[in-house]
């Protein structure tokens, strides 16, 4: 990847696309626009060319993996270690594990792979672009407007110069604390999280699942391990904030501890650590309009979401995919911008809102719902809904297109009948407090 010289700086004009922020999202974005003929200026405010996201759990849902695919980054993924990610998920009602229904009938997946690795990777296919032009080193410091709309963004490079790339789009593509948000006045809708998170980095670590990450639900604590590239796999544990100072006494003592007393645990002491005990306490859940007069939010500048459910890089990639979507023929033939991005704005609402409504509402810190004690229960003993709560889990569906009269009629068969075989019923028909009972689990 080539740096951008001063001259290429100081010589930035007139774009159809300026997208502040080059990881995921908006490298996904400039690729994007670029391979549809639009002139792209992407602004990045790190100089080193290989700078990468640090706080990730670096873990791409399988939903993201069709816009991986029409990139190309796949090979590139693949070459680097990237690995097909898969989970098994433990409650108190036992273990889910999804299967391939046959031999030849492989399973949906992700990537795991570390963002030191992926960023770069992004860059690299966007610079790539010869209708892109990369700017690093250079943060927005202003925006412009015409006629209500914004129509270019201020950007500062670190030697002070100041230079007005004008855009008939500016993307906002620079997270959760989007500085193009603030300059535009779009603030962001806070939903607390009630909980903190602890990680840490170990290095060939044994998964008693092999080479599939464990998520276990603790009811209100969650804990899991993600297996990643390199032989590195993330192990974290989600709590409640009001135990952070209690934690804080002995927090490598209790972190050990708390993992050991997991169902199948990884054996911590049978890995190599190779980082410090880190942990994150600003979670908040974070929800911007998609897009505004001139202006579109990407990634987590649109939705930054709890990390405990690793959605942030996988939405990265596919709000990116949908902007381009919706307006990359009225940028291309100078149509009215308006009604593509409001259909932006509602394919981004209809996706997502609901996921990330369900995510804040558990970011409380609150126990299980009874219809989400039924579907693990009934997951955990049949097949078929763990299949569906697995495509749910890996954003492949939304929540009104899991949670439906058949799932929840199948899932209360199952319990039902498990419960009737336990206590040696004969009647096939449930009373309504075997039903109240299955749903309270």
């Known amino acids: 990847m080539s740096t951008p010289s001063s001259e290429a700086v100081a010589n930035v004009g007139s774009f159809d696309v300026a997208i502040v922020g080059a990881s995921l999202a908006g490298c996904t974005a400039a690729t994007l626009f670029a391979r549809r003929g639009l002139r792209v200026a992407l602004l990045e405010r790190q100089a080193d060319p290989e700078a990468s996201k640090r706080i990730c759990t670096h873990f791409i849902q399988p939903s993201a993996t069709p816009t991986i695919e029409r990139l190309g980054l796949t090979p590139a993924i693949e ?35 570390q963002r030191a690795k992926l960023d770069p990777l992004a860059r690299g296919l966007a610079s790539a672009e010869s209708n892109v032009e990369l700017v690093l080193g250079a943060s927005a410091c202003g925006l412009r407007f015409a006629d209500g709309e914004c129509r270019g963004v201020e950007m500062e490079t670190r030697d002070g110069r100041r ?27 806070v939903r607390p999280n009630a909980r903190a998170m602890y990680y840490a980095y170990y290095r060939d670590l044994p998964l008693p699942s092999g080479t599939r990450g464990q998520l276990w639900f603790l009811e209100p604590d969650v804990a899991y391990a993600y297996p990643n590239d390199d032989g590195l796999t993330l192990v974290a544990w989600a709590f409640g904030q009001d135990r952070v100072a209690a934690f804080k006494r002995d927090p490598e003592a209790t972190f050990a501890r708390r993992f050991a007393d997991l169902p199948l645990a990884p054996n911590l002491p049978a890995g190599t650590r ?48 949908w902007l381009v979507e919706s307006t990359a023929d009225a940028l291309a ?49 049949d097949p078929v809904t763990a299949r569906r709560l697995a495509a749910f889990g890996e954003r492949l569906i939304g929540p009104t297109g899991f949670v439906t009269p ?28 075997e039903v109240r009972e299955a749903l309270e689990g």
């Not at 898969?86 to 949906?108: C, K, M, Q, T, Y």
């Not at 230079?163 to 809708?189: N, Q, T, Y």
């Open 333 to 381: 033939t100078g149509r009215d911008l308006t009604p593509a991005l409001a259909r932006y704005r509602r394919r981004h609402r209809a996706e997502l809102a609901g996921h990330h409504l369900m995510i804040a509402s558990y970011a409380t810190g609150r126990a299980l719902l009874p219809h989400e004690r039924l579907f693990l229960s009934a997951a955990a003993r």
């Open 274 to 321: 190779v980082s410090p005990l880190l942990g994150q306490l600003d979670l908040a859940n974070l929800s911007r309009p998609a897009a505004a007069r001139g202006l579109a939010f990407v990634g987590d500048a649109a939705m930054a979401s709890d990390p405990l459910w690793a959605v942030g890089c996988g939405w990265a990639f596919q709000s990116a995919e």
């Open 79 to 113: 070459a680097a270690g990237g690995v097909r990610n898969a989970l098994d998920v433990w409650s108190r009602f036992g273990w889910i594990r999804v299967a391939p229904e046959s031999a030849d009938h492989a399973l949906p997946y992700g990537y795991s792979i």
């Open 163 to 189: 230079r007005v790339i004008a855009a008939r789009l500016v993307v906002a593509a620079d997270g959760r604390r989007s500085k193009v948000a603030e300059l535009a006045r779009v603030p962001a809708r």
């Open 406 to 433: 058949r799932t929840v009629g199948r899932a209360l068969g199952v319990v039902i009948g498990e419960r009737l075989r336990k206590f040696g019923a004969r009647s096939p028909v449930a009373s309504h407090t």
